[in-house]
């Protein structure tokens, strides 16, 4: 998309008026000639249109409210993004508010990431997806200006990149329903949720066609452990890796009880958001997933996967449905997990970037400096 039509479909010029951050550099190519010494920060919403309807356990949705973010320095710029699934409490109004807030001028050093996270905690608590927008911006930039991608700057094996799953979902229609498992053939592992009508029925349906390996999101859909524990034997006779977020966040102690007798991994999702989190998540998870919008970006999340690892958890690295930007962020840290779930750019129509590519179902990080994207 070139920026006319970008600036067109973002409603950017309401964003102006709304907010004193200048837009003048948005949409422009990685290099402008600006030389400022100063960090500054742009942003503008974008609406992510969905290939197809996303069903959870409670709701469904078309379309997901993002922000797209930039920041300049010395006439680099690094991408980020907010991305606001409607369950994690943000929105456009409270991500831009939040971000109108910020004076990033104030740091003429973009390299104090510590510095620049703590001003950000300082500003407003909660607020993680519009961090995170920040977070990636800023580790886009300084990538870019040390030259090199993050998985190098952090001394990890591109090779060591996990598979990434693919997720579908139940649907009445016998025909639709084979479409969409032919849909993942390219995919190693599809993903599926469950806590919903038909858990069983979509299973199976999978199994008619393909032995593919399966992992399950219940998002928190299951109640009862009993149960809960008759599905994961159910489901490990059927090839299944793992069962994300079997019951409420709420219920620690009957997923403590399911984790001592369950035959596969448990892993906390909704239970947790940042690094805090990760050792209380150890008491009753086998593992967690590791979500840029959840932890505020790059810089926790790699804390997260230190820290997880230390305490001989497993880890998952998910993300939202989102453009390339957030998704080849988070792959960055790809090579230090066990499972990826980074499909969110697949889901969405209307992407603005060139970045992680899926090859033979891998999980492959683009040889680029920064997060590894390019505006298309
Ligand atoms: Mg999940």
Known sequence: MNRRNFLKTTALGAAIAASPIS?????????STGRSGRLNLSFAPYELKLRHAFNLAKYQRTTTPDVQVQIEYDGIIGYGEASMPPYLGESVDSVT????????????????????????????PNNRAAKASVDIALHDLLGKIMGQPWYKIW????????????????????????????????FKVIKIKMGLDHDKELVNAIRSRTDTAICVDVNQGWS?????????????ERNCLFV???????????????????????????FLQRLPDVKRAAAAYDGINIKLMKSTGMHEAYQMAVLARSLGMKIMLGCMTET?????????????????????????ANDRFDGIKIVEGKVTIPDRPGIGVELL
């Open 23 to 31: 837009f003048s550099a948005f949409g422009s190519p990685t290099k």
């Open 324 to 348: 390339s930007c957030a998704v080849t962020a988070a792959a960055q840290l790809a090579p230090m997990v066990d499972w990826a779930d980074l499909d969110g750019n697949l889901l969405i």
């Open 244 to 270: 994300e977020q079997p019951m409420p966040k709420e219920m620690i102690d009957e997923t403590a009880w399911l984790r001592e007798r369950s035959p596969l991994p448990i892993i906390a999702d909704e």
């Open 155 to 186: 001394g990890l094996n591109p090779q060591k990149c996990p598979n990434t799953s693919f997720t579908i979902s139940y649907d009445a229609d016998p025909a639709e329903m084979k479409a969409k498992i032919d849909e993942t053939a390219p």
């Open 224 to 236: 009862d452990k009993e149960q809960a524990l008759e599905m994961c034997h159910w489901l490990a």
């Open 97 to 124: 508010s939040f971000l109108s807030k910020l004076d990033l001028s104030q740091f003429s050093d973009p390299f104090r990431i510590e510095d620049i996270m703590a001003y950000l905690e300082s500003v407003a």
